[in-house]
């Protein structure tokens, strides 16, 4: 499986930003796919995902502002995560995980994201 992020950016308080990661490659035996973010100096967190069917899960800190989505294609699948009201405390390297039914986790590359007050 590989993973393609895109989208990150450097925007004002308030303001939205859309992330994208295209994963292809075995795609069909992925259970679980979502967006982590780890700030300087702190721990990586999830920020929200998708587990088994369609759960969606978010971090308390995103709920109401951050959306997760997902279009399929063959042997292929893009998740987004359209955020909005963007805090500076939201800056942070955006990574997609995806985890897999052989028991592996795949990462992305990362993005930036950066929100000035």
């Known amino acids: 499986v590989q993973l393609q992020a895109s989208g990150g950016g450097l925007v004002q308080a308030g303001r939205s930003l859309r992330l994208s990661c295209a994963a292809s490659?075995?795609?069909?035996?992925?259970?679980?796919i979502g967006w982590y973010r780890q700030a300087p100096g702190k721990q990586r967190e999830l920020v929200a995902g998708f587990s088994s069917g369609d759960t969606t899960n978010y971090a308390d800190s995103v709920k109401g502002r951050f959306t997760i989505s997902r279009d399929y294609a063959k042997n292929a699948v893009t998740v987004y995560l359209q955020m909005n009201s963007l805090k500076p405390e939201d800056t942070a390297v955006y990574y997609c995980k995806a985890d897999t039914n052989w028991g592996l986790g795949y990462w992305g590359q990362g993005t930036q994201v950066t929100v000035s007050s």
């Open positions: 490659g075995k795609t069909i035996g992925i259970f679980a």
